[in-house]
Each structure stands twice: as C-alpha cells, then as structure tokens.
C-alpha cells in the first residue's frame, strides 16, 4: 500500500509505503533538538522500541541526526547510535527527499512488511 505524505514538512507528492491499519501513531511527534545528551536520546531508544512492537506503527518527528539515508551512513557516536536503535527494531525510514533546507531531518518510521 503506498499513500502521499502530505503536511508541512513533506514535499508536495512524497511517495510513503504504509502499512494497512491499525496504526500506531505517535502524539505528539517526535522533536529531538540538535544538541539533545546521549541519556536523554537513551530514552527516546526506549519509546522507539515500545512503539515498534505494535502491528503497524508509524512513528514521525524530527529527529535532527545528520545521516545519509541512502547508505545510512553518518560520522557522528549519537547518529550510529540512531541507526542501531532503528535496525534493533526492525525499523524503516520512509521518506526520500529533504524535508528542511536541504537536509532529510524529519522522519517517518515504520515497520517494513
């Protein structure tokens, strides 16, 4: 199934793959600021892997890791630390175009079926 991610972060027309309901929607999205210490993005870890172990969850935020979706590749300790999380979760990032001056910052996680 695939819908268009519309809003105001999302390029008009970005394609999603998503999953068939129920959905598991975080309220409110995720917001990690840029400068956020490793204890504090432990706990998001955590809130990803309990929101991961619904049927269909699509978790959204910003989540400010400067990562190279394409090769999910990044330089920084914090970053890899998102990537493993993710991967531990058996997560998927879905958007492919940068969502803010340039950069793909705002994410849209979901379980790959």
Known sequence: MTNRLTGHSARPG????TAPPP?????PPFMRPPDQDE???EVIYRQLEV???SQAPVLMGDFNHPICWKGNTTKYAQSRR???SIDD???TQVVEEPTQRGVLL???LTKED
């Open 14 to 17: 970005t394609v999603l793959k």
């Open 23 to 27: 959905l598991c929607l975080t309220r």
């Open 39 to 41: 204890e504090v993005d």
């Open 51 to 53: 929101a991961s172990r």
């Open 82 to 84: 998102f990537l493993q």
């Open 89 to 91: 979760n058996f997560l």
């Open 106 to 108: 705002d994410l849209v």
